[in-house]
Every structure is written in C-alpha cells, then in structure tokens.
Nanobody, 126 residues
Framework: VQLVESGGGSVEAGGSLKLSCAAS????????MAWYRQFPGKEREAREQ??????????KYADSVAGRFTISQDNPKAAVYLQMNSLKTEDTAVYYC??????????????????WGQGTQVTVSS
C-alpha cells in the first residue's frame, strides 16, 4: 500500500491550501488516518501530529491548528484531506499523510506503526 500526497505549495499568510492523500488501495488503520508535519531543520522523529480522523469519524487537532484546519476523508476513494485556512508562516513544513495503527488496537497504547506518504511541502510567506 502506498500513500501519495498532493496539494502542497506556496501561499501568502492568511491564504488557504487543501492537501489530499490517496491510498493505492483501501486501508483501515486501527487508530486512524492522520496528517503530520516536519518543520525545517527538524528530525523525522520530531514530526508532530497535526490532525487525525478515526474510523468512527471523530477528529482531533493540534492546538496550533484548531479552528483553522479541517480533516476529512472519503472512504470509497481511500482518500483523506486537510483543508488549511488562515495559514501562518509558522505552518511552513513538509506535511505527511499517515495511516496510524497501534499494537494494542487502542490509539496511544503499545507500539505505534505508521505507514507514511512521501510528503508535500507547504510554504507560507509573510
């Protein structure tokens, strides 16, 4: 299974972008589909979760993006999206789509297993 992101680019502060992630086949990670981001100069291990949508449709957002970003999914298309509004310069990062599972079957418990996409660059200028 592969995850392919699209929709990144450059935008001025206050603008909007919509990221898309398409899976090569239907997948159902036991925690959910998520978006992470990696800031410039930071290691892979420092990627932060931006948002996650669980199989029951519930969503969670990082405090830094709550109210500005919206995650959604289209199950028949095996796709997940991230609508980003009111973008700030500090949102500049590489954004990664992720299929997130945990060995316990419960989010946050046990060993995390993530299938990553290749990433898409988002650059916000002032």
């Amino acid at each position: 299974v592969q995850l392919v992101e699209s929709g990144g680019g450059s935008v001025e502060a206050g603008g909007s972008l919509k990221l898309s992630c398409a899976a090569s086949e239907y997948i159902r990670p036991n925690c959910g589909m998520a978006w992470y981001r990696q800031f410039p100069g930071k290691e892979r291990e420092a990627r932060e979760q931006v948002s996650i949508i669980h199989s029951d449709g519930t969503t969670k957002y990082a405090d830094s993006v709550a109210g500005r970003f919206t995650i959604s999914q289209d199950n028949p298309k095996a796709a997940v999206y991230l609508q980003m509004n009111s973008l700030k310069t500090e949102d500049t990062a590489v954004y990664y789509c992720a299929a997130e599972s945990w060995s316990s079957g419960i989010c946050g418990m046990g060993a995390r297993d993530i299938l990553w996409g290749q990433g898409t660059q988002v650059t916000v200028s002032s």
